[in-house]
């Protein structure tokens, strides 16, 4: 542990409002910053991210583990949140749905990442609480694997449970991207390439 890092016995009370609770220092580095900040020693990274500095893309679902709707990246792979102390992250590069756009911008490309272009582009969504953790876990799979096949999208995508979409159109997505990646056109238009066919 750094020797930064301090422990202090607050007089505030905890959930159950009676006893003092143990405060941790951290210093997070999350989409490129660096963030110095006091939270209950046992608050997991997601309960940071979302209560301490309001990084709420991040989503809180089932809160153990079964949806990955807390999904972010630390050090370019996926990891539940919900299930990491947020002391656990200190020192490694932790990145969530809002750093994608601004890191797509600084490496001079335009709007949002390719992945979240896609997404909307093929209607990948209804209510959106799955998106940002379906679209970091495809994140890194492009990262390690810019062509997958259609089997791996499925198993890098097996911990984002979407109780909306019925999954085609997030495969379509994801398999959009990589396929214009590697310049090519994506096997089965995707919903809005369809349309866009029908309109010419
Ligand atoms: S909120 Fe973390 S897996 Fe569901
Ligand atoms: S769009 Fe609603 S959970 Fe995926």
Same mark, same amino acid.
């Given at each position: 542990?750094?020797?930064?890092?301090?422990?202090?016995?607050?007089?505030?009370?905890?959930?159950?409002?009676?006893?003092p609770?143990?405060?941790?220092?951290?210093?997070?580095?999350?989409?490129?910053?660096?963030?110095?900040l +006091?939270?209950?020693?046992?608050?997991?990274?997601?309960?940071?991210?979302?209560?301490?500095?309001?990084?709420?893309?991040?989503?809180?679902?089932? &809160?153990?583990? &079964?949806?990955?709707?807390?999904?972010?990246?630390?050090?370019?792979?996926?990891?539940?949140?919900?299930?990491?102390? =947020?002391?656990?992250?200190?020192?490694?590069?932790?990145?969530?749905?809002?750093?994608?756009?601004?890191?797509?911008r600084?490496?001079?490309? &335009?709007?949002?990442?390719?992945?979240?272009? +896609?997404? &909307?582009?093929?209607?990948?969504?209804?209510?959106?609480?799955?998106?940002?953790?379906?679209i970091?876990?495809?994140?890194?799979?492009?990262?390690?694997?810019?062509?997958?096949?259609?089997?791996?999208?499925?198993?890098?995508?097996?911990?984002?449970?979407?109780?909306?979409?019925?999954?085609?159109?997030?495969?379509? +997505?994801?398999?959009?991207? %990589?396929?214009?990646?590697?310049?090519?056109? %994506?096997?089965?238009?995707?919903?809005?390439?369809?349309?866009?066919?029908? =309109?010419?």
């Amino acid at each position: 542990m750094p020797a930064w890092i301090a422990r202090a016995e607050l007089t505030l009370p905890d959930r159950a409002g009676t006893m003092p609770r143990a405060m941790r220092l951290l210093r997070l580095s999350i989409n490129g910053d660096e963030h110095r900040l +006091a939270a209950p020693d046992h608050w997991t990274l997601l309960e940071v991210l979302r209560y301490a500095l309001g990084l709420t893309g991040s989503k809180q679902g089932c &809160d153990k583990g &079964d949806c990955g709707a807390c999904t972010v990246l630390v050090d370019g792979e996926p990891v539940l949140a919900c299930l990491l102390l =947020a002391g656990e992250a200190e020192g490694r590069a932790i990145t969530t749905i809002e750093g994608l756009a601004p890191a797509h911008r600084r490496a001079g490309g &335009d709007g949002a990442d390719p992945l979240q272009e +896609a997404f &909307d582009a093929c209607g990948a969504l209804q209510c959106g609480f799955c998106q940002p953790g379906m679209i970091l876990s495809a994140k890194a799979l492009l990262a390690r694997t810019p062509f997958p096949t259609l089997e791996e999208v499925h198993a890098a995508l097996g911990g984002n449970l979407c109780r909306c979409t019925g999954y085609t159109q997030i495969l379509q +997505a994801v398999m959009k991207v %990589a396929h214009e990646g590697a310049g090519l056109e %994506a096997p089965r238009p995707c919903w809005a390439t369809a349309r866009d066919e029908e =309109a010419r």
